[in-house]
């Protein structure tokens, strides 16, 4: 069903990950994704890893959760990793056939980005599975403040956003329901060339499109009459607050990224 | 309190200026209402009636184009006070998917109080209490898409009673709801009123909801036709017809045995009272 | 020969997460040709998802569905020829208008049908009239007419393909009184002089009770009884204990008997209750007659 789609896929929990202040969190995922390109050896890479799976296991997300979150990506891994053994001919040579040469440096420089990628995507699907999407947009509004003093509408983007985060489910059910109500009239989707495949996407995008402007109206009414305007004046009723538990981490993560450092400048 | 909810000789049209010459729509022709602190009022009235537009009048979403409306205590001319008012006359709506704004239940509850400034921790506290009140304080961390229809509804209720309104209007809020999902509603609307002492003033298509009002008001072209007791208004059959509107079942049941020449009262509302009645009937018999 | 046959039907979501959820389970029911069937059950109740198997949008995970004594098979070209058979109208079904007129959005599913267009002219003239909208709308934009013929529209836009069978998913939801009664007037209309089957499915066990001559309950998943509108009003208690919510007059009528009176207890409509109760009066009254 369309409708299991869950965007952002927060794990409520009550972790240290969890309780940790998402404007940190923010700014640490951050640090680790410059750390991981700053690394340039193998063992500066192990490093952001044991990082990582650290901070994996003290959330207490399920360890297939990470293998899920790898999942949409394992294309362009697979892809990246073939560019690499392919085109990268300087080194030893393992394997030669007709005019295909696959080297050692091309073995190990796939490699290298393999590990550099998946690290990558467990460190930033770690922060979306640790933070509800409100407290996330809560927490780029806040980051983002001082921006309000160049005139950036910092609050009506947070608020678009959470809106949005808001109403993808219903209009995913939406179109689920348009798409059956169309083919219960006879509409086919799934058959014909691409300019009739589009065309027959009018028939679900006009009523979708329209149901949407609706929605908006009501839902701009609606947040009429609960006083809403603007973001003047406004209080939150979750506050930010950073602890001990913050600065740990971070010094956690200074640590690693100074290990790091080392690695590089003694060529480890 | 003086003009506690009231309109006087209200006039409202809307314009539609796309079309040349633009097409003017007067749907309010001088109405005239008073509600009192405390009421329980229901409104009914075909589509088309006017009587959400008159609802819009009262938390100054639409101003008049002539008369004048007055809720708690204000003009609703007065600029200044539009945000006394809205806080004061909360709005509930028809589509409960469409008057959510958060991805957290709790924290959607928490926006009108966000908007009007309110310290955290007082917004903590009226949050919990006006979860508790509606009886969703378990789902206070779900996402909203996952609720059914009426615990949508409530929720949505629950952010309006947050603002701690002296009036709540609902424009016809179980409309899209299931039974259950209506009677969920309906036992937290009346519980609003009896307990918390809050005004209801329920728009609704369904006559049984209105038989549960202390007061019905019927509006029709933008006037209102009846304004009474239920029982009073109910007994009304034929005018009720007339305007496209529907009595409660028992109490057509009633009426075709008084036109019958039964000794019937027409004035019968609820089942109870009908059953007692047909009782009394049989036994004379 | 019954026009809907189901043998052990049975509907499963998500097999294999752990969001599983059998939405019906073995469902055995034929329902005979020309019948106006009345559909009621509470939400999640099963009967949304019953419905939309029988012009397969939704495919069984086990049992047989037979239409018109054809089993329903996964073959694409045939499930096509299904959803012509069986026209299903879903609730709010306005929200599905989307064409510049009228017109071309009552033509889409006789188009897709592939008719010829005066055959389709022929129809749409049929079924506007079957709807009771004027031919004038025919012109104008669905999105400026107001939401009761809007909902005609979308219906007309069903009708039209002329199905041996209609499914209307709570035709008459949202509507005011005035409206619901049109809808459902028009309902009844359609079924008097086409003779077709017509399946209506809704919460309002009141609606339901004016027009159908038989009634489907779905209950937990599973076809709690398919018969007669009075045998199935007969079981009040049992639907209320469902959550079901039986008409105002039918609970009257079942306290009265409860309480002694010699009075039937299958009234479902405040005329046939009226007409009872008049009789059972007038005897009482006039003895010797």
């Known amino acids: 069903m369309l409708k299991d789609i869950t965007i952002g896929q927060f794990f409520p929990g009550n972790s240290f990950v969890h309780k940790l202040d998402p404007r940190f969190k923010i700014v640490f995922t951050i640090i680790f994704i410059v750390m991981l390109f700053v690394a340039d050896s ?122 949005a985060l808001r109403f993808i489910p219903t209009l995913v059910e939406e179109t689920d329901k348009i798409m059956s109500a169309q083919k219960a009239r006879g509409a086919d989707l799934e058959s014909g060339n691409i300019i009739q495949r589009a065309k027959a996407l009018v028939p679900i995008l006009v009523p979708l499109f329209v149901s949407s402007f609706r929605r908006a109206e009501e839902l701009a009414l609606a947040m009429e009459c609960r006083c809403y305007h603007g973001g003047d004046g406004r209080t939150r009723m979750k506050q930010l607050k950073c602890g001990y538990r913050d600065f740990v981490a971070l010094f956690v993560l200074a640590g690693f990224m100074a290990v790091v450092i080392v690695f590089n400048v003694y060529g480890i | 309190m003086q003009n506690f909810l009231k309109a006087e000789r209200v006039r409202f049209s809307y314009v539609n200026n796309m079309e040349n010459p633009p097409v003017v729509n007067e749907v309010l022709k001088g109405i005239d209402i008073e509600i009192k602190k405390g009421e329980f009022v229901a409104v009914l009235g075909h589509n088309g009636s006017g009587k959400s537009t008159l609802a819009k009048c009262f938390n100054a979403i639409n101003l008049p184009d002539e008369g004048d409306v007055y809720a708690v205590g204000f003009n609703t001319k007065d600029e200044d006070k539009i945000l006394d008012i809205r806080q004061n006359v909360g709005m509930v709506f028809q589509n409960p998917d469409n008057q959510l704004v958060a991805t957290i239940v ?83 609307i009346r519980k609003l009123n009896r307990e918390n002492g809050v005004t209801i003033v329920l728009i609704t298509h369904y006559m049984e909801e209105a038989a549960l009002a202390d007061r019905v008001v019927v509006v029709d072209k933008g006037q209102v036709i009846i304004d009474d007791v239920p029982e009073k208004v109910f007994s009304q059959v034929e005018k009720m017809k007339s305007v496209g509107l529907d009595v409660p079942q028992v109490t057509e049941l009633c009426w075709e045995l008084k036109k019958a020449g039964f000794d019937v009262s027409t004035e019968i509302i609820s089942e109870d009272e009908c059953v007692e009645a047909l009782y009394k009937l049989f036994d004379k018999g | 020969m019954a026009i809907i046959k189901t043998e052990n039907l049975t509907y499963v979501y998500g097999e294999g997460t ?95 049908m592939g008719l010829s267009d005066e055959e389709i002219d022929k129809r749409i003239r049929e079924t506007v009239k079957l709807v009771g ?3 004038k709308l025919l012109d104008k934009s669905p999105f400026e007419l107001s939401g009761g013929q809007k909902r005609r529209v979308a219906i007309a836009g069903v009708m039209a393909m002329n199905p041996k069978i209609l499914i209307l998913d709570e035709p008459a939801s949202g509507l005011d009184p005035k409206g619901r009664d049109k809808i459902l007037g028009l309902i009844k209309e359609y079924h008097q002089e086409k003779k077709n089957t017509v399946m209506l499915v809704s919460h309002s066990m009141e609606d339901v009770a004016k027009n159908a001559s038989k009634i489907l309950v779905m209950n937990k998943a599973k076809l709690f009884c398919y018969d007669d509108t009075e045998k199935v009003f007969h079981r009040a208690d049992e639907l209320t204990e469902m959550g079901l919510a039986v008409p105002q007059i039918t609970r009257v009528f079942n306290r009265l008997k409860a309480m002694g009176v010699d009075i039937n207890d299958d009234v479902y409509t405040v005329k046939y209750g009226t007409r009872l109760l008049l ?11």
């Open chain 2, 106 to 188: 709790e924290e959607d509850v928490a926006f009108a109080l966000e908007n009007m400034g309110v310290e955290p921790k007082e917004i903590r506290r009226r949050v919990d209490e006006a979860l508790k009140t509606v009886g969703m304080y378990e789902y206070r961390e779900h996402a909203p898409h996952k609720l059914s229809g009426g615990q949508k509804q409530r929720v949505a209720i629950a952010g309006i009673i947050a603002m701690e309104p002296e009036c709540i209007l609902l424009d016809e809020p179980t409309a899209m709801l299931d039974p259950k999902g209506r009677r969920e509603v309906l036992k937290t």
């Open chain 3, 279 to 289: 009789d059972i009066l007038n005897k009482k009254q006039h003895p010797d007659l």
């Open chain 1, 42 to 163: 193998f063992a500066g890479l192990g490093i952001g890893i044991v990082f990582v799976l650290m901070a994996f296991l003290i959330s207490k997300i399920p360890f297939a959760m990470m293998l899920k979150s790898l999942k949409p990506i394992l294309s362009i891994i697979i892809f990246t990793s073939v560019l690499n053994i392919l085109f990268i001919r300087t080194g030893d040579v393992v394997f030669k056939w007709a005019f295909l040469t696959i080297t050692k440096q091309g073995l190990t420089t796939a490699a290298f980005m393999v590990i550099r990628i998946v690290a990558l995507i467990i460190g930033t699907s770690l922060l979306t599975y640790t933070t509800s999407p409100i407290v996330l947009t809560d927490a780029i509004e806040r980051l983002l403040s001082p921006l309000k003093k160049i005139k950036v509408p910092v609050h009506a983007l947070a608020m678009m956003m959470t809106i």
């Open chain 3, 18 to 112: 752990p969001f599983r959820k059998v939405a019906v389970d073995d469902v055995n029911l034929e329902i005979e040709e020309g019948e106006m069937v009345g559909v009621i059950g509470h939400t999640g109740s099963g009967k949304s998802t019953l419905i939309q198997h029988f012009n397969g949008l939704l495919q069984a995970t086990s049992g047989k569905i037979f239409i018109d004594g054809e089993e329903l098979t996964k073959d694409k070209g045939k499930l096509r020829d299904v959803r012509f058979k069986v026209g299903l109208v879903f609730q709010y079904p306005e929200y599905q208008l989307f064409e510049e007129t009228c017109y071309k959005d009552i033509a889409f599913g006789p188009k897709n």
């Open chain 3, 133 to 135: 909208l004027d031919e």
